[in-house]
């Protein structure tokens, strides 16, 4: 499985995150593997960068943490999307999918 | 060591919940990804391996969130500052001396720097204090100082004058307060119009004197201070009818001064107004008040003074008999006040600010060794991945809580330093107003701030480099040979300092030394002086007044232990620096010889009271038909040319209204009238023994003098009841006031130095020890190959030696140097000499054999097999 694997571009792992805590909150360790398998394990985070990448987002109030009991009963980290979050990753997303299209057609162009 | 460091980190870490939830996430996703790994079918160990390895450094890690974060700097400072006192109690020997260094450096420092800010750099405690002025009359001819003013041209200054506020004058008069039981002197102060008006105070109670107060036969009146008002009718506040007893007549009180008003001196309790218009005030060459005057706003003294030489020119025209050959001097009442502390003063400042460079030094080596004998800590905590600013402000921290609890402790110093300073200069100016303040305060913390700065920044920038970490890490027990040879610069750069504080204090030393050998000429010893009160009226009959003298003479020579008595306008050996011009009236010899003596009037019995020898001739008359004068074997010999002077007569130039042409009666041998300190000048003796109403009388006595003072004054009670005693005191204490400002400055000079060299010698102390422990492996091994103990404790005594010598060597070229700014202070001895100079080389070795002593002996017990067991 190695070899599909590649390294996320500068500044997507912040979106990443964001964009798995719209769906539901999460802890650390779910984000990452959620990331994973969604990616159908092309996209491995770098778990040294994951942790400091929430308290960033935490600081500037994109996402909140609480502790709550994970699924195997044990006290976890649990963070959500805020409304500043929320809002954050409209523009993020947006932005993303311009630099995506915009990128296509520059790599197809003949 | 590694896995104790690494505890005690994660404790301190620990601490805050903040922490511990950080601590809780990691380890959460831990078992989460080794569950997943197990799960996955690796065993339990490898899983919980691969799960923290795919996390990395963990302490990286939360370095890494706690940035994210921001973890507030406050957090972090707290966390350093937990640090800096965990780290200090570990080493108490080291945290105590570098405080006690701080706090006497930071301390001696502002206790001088509020000495100076108080006394030279504050304007009086005055509104608008600059604004006041010091007026004076001289006489360019001579070398006399200037004088006081007479009353008709205090005046005349006051109308003519176009730069002052006001000008006034004033007196001081003892005056016997008659309404108790014993007549009480009381200081008093005869003043002229517009007084209240230069000092800008009002009275706190009733007024200032009224315009019929201040004429001549007008209405009496006095201004009493608060002190005397609180002491004769407690805090009552009506001023009617109050009043007080002055001789015969009863005065009312008009006035009341505040505690803070104390001019002219501080003891002065009654102000009454001299009347300029009276009969005897008309009189130009008559010259009695200290004039003092106010400038208007925004004009300088110079303008003052030019204003005033107009006037005076103005004068010297209208009145060229008596103005012609009168100058005025302006100068600010703040310098008259201070005189020349100043310039002992800022000889300590430059002493002290030495001893704080010396104490800075001292902590620099000091920290210097210690964080060196850190590095291996330091490299820890780099490999677990502290970043290089934590750690810089980790070692910052440290020397700010050394430099803060320094300072504290110094500004405790300061304030004992300052209740000392009191103490022992009370004949300073100013000194009763000496307080710590919030400017010291600020002072003494930009001091410990600009310390940390200076010997904190340093070591830690040094240590924290990462290049000499690595190294370290490798070679952990040696001292990089830079860093040694910078500690010895330190050690020998403290000495070089210390040493010329040590010579200052040595050469005033020896001065004090050297004037208490000095020969006066008189016989200080066991001679009583006191003063009896007199009023000035008396000095219409001169010949009563000298009577009454003769006869309190003759009263105290019958009181049993009292060898001789008499009178003399001031004390022997107590500068009185009045010079005057005189003119030998017979001697044609050198008509155009300006002849300058010092003035000194005595009455009969003088030089037999204080010993001075008679060369030719008889002492001064008691009753003689026309003035007369003694002359002294230097006056003799400079103006008379060799030849006898007695018969020949003497006169004051301009003449003087008290003091006609005089006879000289004889030629007594040179005393030291002007200061122990002083060759004797010529002199001229007038014979009279009151020339003011209160002449200091002096009492040659067979036992201690003040063991005669009780019965001295119950026999002038019973002769004069009327008339009060005061300052009694033995002239010799008289004369060690004339060296109180000289005395402190070499008390505190010598504290200085003896501080100086007892820094220097716990620096050098510190780095030798510090020394001794890096290199016990080495010394170990030359001691296994055979190097007998005593040579390798020689060898360290002798380096510290040698950096010793050399920094003696340097700091005694520095006292060379700086030993001419004291050459004015020092008496009989040469500011380069040798006695002195040999003995700080002395000293200063003796005291680093001495601090080198111990760790010396330290290197010599290391024991070869317990290093080769550590290796």
Redesign the interface.
């Known amino acids: 499985m190695g070899d599909e694997r590649i390294d996320l571009p500068q500044g997507t792992l912040d979106l990443l995150i964001l964009r798995t805590l719209a769906i539901e909150p999460q802890?650390?360790?779910a984000i990452s593997?959620r990331i994973q398998q969604v990616s159908r394990d092309v996209l491995q985070v770098p778990?040294?960068s994951l942790?400091?990448?929430l308290?960033?987002l935490?600081?500037r109030g994109w996402i909140k943490a609480e502790?709550g009991i994970?699924e195997?009963n044990?006290?976890?980290?649990y963070y959500a999307l805020t409304r500043t979050g929320k809002a954050k990753l409209a523009i993020s997303a947006e932005g993303w999918r311009k630099l995506m299209t915009a990128v296509g057609l520059v790599m197809d162009m003949k | 060591m590694l896995f104790d460091l690494w505890y005690r980190l994660r404790a301190i870490v620990r601490r805050r919940s903040v922490e511990r939830d950080l601590d809780d996430e990691l380890r959460f996703h831990i078992e989460r990804q080794t569950q997943k790994y197990v799960s996955s079918g690796h065993p339990v160990a490898e899983a919980a391996r691969l799960a923290r390895l795919e996390l990395g450094g963990l302490d990286q890690l939360k370095e890494q969130c706690r940035d994210a974060r921001g973890v507030g700097l406050w957090e972090q400072a707290g966390q350093n500052l937990r640090l800096a006192f965990r780290s200090l109690r570990r080493r108490p020997g080291f945290s105590v001396v570098v405080v006690l260094t701080l706090a006497l450096g930071i301390g001696a420092n502002s206790a001088v720097f509020t000495a100076i800010r108080t006394i030279l750099l504050q304007s009086l405690a005055f509104p608008d204090g600059h604004e006041l002025v010091r007026l004076e009359q001289y006489e360019p001819r001579t070398a006399s100082p200037p004088s006081a003013v007479a009353t008709t041209r205090l005046e005349d200054w006051q109308r003519m004058s176009g730069t002052f506020q006001a000008i006034s004058g004033y007196y001081p008069g003892d005056i016997s307060e008659t309404s108790g039981d014993v007549p009480e002197r009381l200081a008093g102060a005869w003043v002229a119009p517009r007084f209240l008006q230069v000092w800008a105070i009002a009275p706190m109670l009733g007024r200032g004197f009224a315009p019929e107060e201040e004429r001549f036969g007008g209405p009496r009146a006095v201004i009493v201070s608060e002190r005397l008002w609180n002491r004769r009718f407690g805090s009552n506040t009506s001023i009617d009818g109050r009043r007080l007893r002055i001789g015969q007549d009863s005065v009312p009180i008009v006035g009341v001064m505040p505690e803070s008003f104390q001019f002219p001196l501080r003891e002065v309790d009654v102000w009454a107004p001299s009347p300029v218009d009276a009969p005897f005030a008309q009189d130009r060459r008559s010259t009695w008040f200290t004039a003092v005057g106010r400038v208007r706003p925004g004009i300088t003294l110079t303008e003052a003074q030019a204003d005033l030489d107009r006037v005076q020119a103005q004068l010297a025209r209208a009145h060229p008999d008596t103005d012609a050959r009168i100058g005025v001097r302006v100068t600010a009442l703040k310098d008259v006040v201070v005189g020349d502390v100043g310039r002992s003063l800022w000889l300590l400042f430059g002493a002290v600010s030495v001893l704080l460079l010396i104490a800075c030094t001292n902590i620099a080596a000091l920290l210097l060794a210690r964080t060196a004998d850190r590095q291996q800590e330091i490299s820890i905590r780099y490999s677990l991945g502290a970043s290089r600013a934590s750690i810089v402000a980790q070692l910052l921290t440290e020397s700010l809580v050394l430099a803060v609890t320094g300072s504290i402790a110094g500004l405790a110093v300061a304030a004992g330093a300052l209740r000392m300073l009191e103490v022992l200069g009370e004949g300073l100016p100013r000194v009763a107003e000496l307080r710590l303040d919030w400017m010291l305060v600020a002072y003494s913390l930009g001091c410990a701030v600009g310390a940390t700065m200076l010997f904190g920044l340093f070591p830690a920038l040094r240590t924290a480099s990462r290049r000499t970490s690595d190294a370290l890490a490798a070679r952990s027990r040696s001292v990089a040979p830079s860093t040694q040879r910078l500690q010895w610069l330190l050690v020998g750069l403290q000495v070089s300092l210390a040493v010329p504080l040590l010579f200052g204090a040595g050469l005033l030393l020896r001065s004090f030394d050297a004037l208490g050998r000095v020969a006066p000429g008189f016989q200080p010893e066991r001679v009583l002086t006191f003063r009896i009160s007199g009023h000035w009226g008396e000095t219409t009959d001169m010949k009563a007044l000298q009577r009454r003298m003769y006869l309190t003479a003759e009263a105290l020579q019958a009181v049993p232990g009292v060898e001789a008595a008499a009178t003399a306008l001031a004390a022997p050996g107590v500068p009185f620096e009045h010079q005057t011009e005189v003119r030998i009236v017979e001697g044609d010899s050198a008509p155009n010889q300006r002849i300058l003596a010092s003035t000194r009037v005595v009455s009969a019995g003088y030089f037999a009271t204080m010993q001075i020898p008679m060369v030719t001739g008889n002492p001064c008359p008691q009753d003689a038909p026309t003035p007369t004068a003694v002359v002294n074997r230097r006056f003799a010999a400079l103006y008379a040319a060799g030849s006898v002077p007695v018969g020949r007569h003497i006169q004051q130039v301009p003449a003087n209204a008290f003091l006609g042409a005089a006879r000289i009666v004889g030629v007594v041998g040179d005393a030291r009238e002007e200061g122990l300190n002083r060759q004797p000048p010529p002199i001229v003796y007038w014979c009279h023994a009151a020339p003011v109403p209160a002449p200091l009388f002096l009492v040659r006595t067979r036992m201690e003098p003040m063991a005669l003072a009780s019965t001295i004054r119950r026999k002038l009670g019973e002769l004069e009841p009327r008339r009060s005693v005061y300052e009694m005191a033995p002239l010799e204490e008289r004369l060690s006031e004339t060296f109180a400002e000289n005395r402190l400055r070499t008390i505190l000079l010598t504290f200085f130095a003896v501080t100086a060299v007892s820094l220097a010698a716990i620096g050098l102390y510190g780095t030798l020890s510090y020394f001794v422990h890096m290199r016990r492996r080495e010394i170990g091994v030359r001691m296994a190959l055979g190097a007998p103990r005593h040579e390798v404790a020689v060898s360290f005594v002798r380096h510290a030696l040698k950096v010793s010598l050399i920094g003696c060597v340097a700091g005694l070229a520095l006292a060379a140097v700086l030993g001419r700014g004291i050459a004015g202070m020092l008496y009989g001895v040469s500011p380069l000499d040798f006695m002195t100079f040999s003995g700080v080389l002395l000293l200063v070795l003796g005291a680093a054999v001495f601090a080198s002593a111990w760790p010396a002996s330290r290197a010599a017990r290391v024991d070869p097999m317990d290093v080769l067991r550590m290796e």
């Open positions: 802890h650390g360790w593997e778990q040294g942790y400091p990448a308290h960033r935490e600081r502790w994970s195997y044990r006290r976890a980290k």
